[in-house]
């Protein structure tokens, strides 16, 4: 059974940083393309970052030079390191493959970026 389950979300103040893990489970990790994708309210869910299976990277032009995705493979985690947050990066952040898998959406973790 295929699980992904995200933490490290919260409230920070505007030009802090976060760091959001999400451990995979159930499939074989490493060969699988990861994203971090985002849901404010009243928005549509986007793809902020990609970490592909060949260790390449990609990003959304929104958070191109702030966001630093990363995977380790031997612990089946992807991670979104997220500097110089700004209130518009407020939003439910959810991992998943790419392209992402309807089933495997899990619960996301809450992002506040608030003074």
């Known amino acids: 059974q295929v699980q992904l389950v995200e933490s490290g979300g919260g409230l920070v103040q505007p030009g802090g940083s976060l760091r959001l893990s999400c451990v995979v489970s159930?499939?074989?990790?490493?060969?699988?393309?990861m994203g971090w994708y985002r849901q404010a309210p009243g928005k549509q869910r986007e793809l902020v970052a990609v970490?592909?299976?060949?260790?390449?990277?990609n990003y959304g032009d929104s958070v191109k030079g702030r966001f630093t995705i990363s995977r380790d493979n031997a612990k089946n985690t992807v991670y979104l390191q997220m500097n110089v947050l700004k209130p518009e990066d407020t939003a439910v952040y959810y991992c998943?493959?790419?392209?992402?898998?309807?089933?495997?959406w899990g619960q996301g973790t809450q992002v506040t970026v608030s003074s």
């Open positions: 159930g499939t074989m990790f490493s060969i699988k393309n």
């Open positions: 970490a592909s299976r060949d260790l390449s990277t």
């Open positions: 998943n493959f790419v392209p992402a898998v309807n089933a495997y």
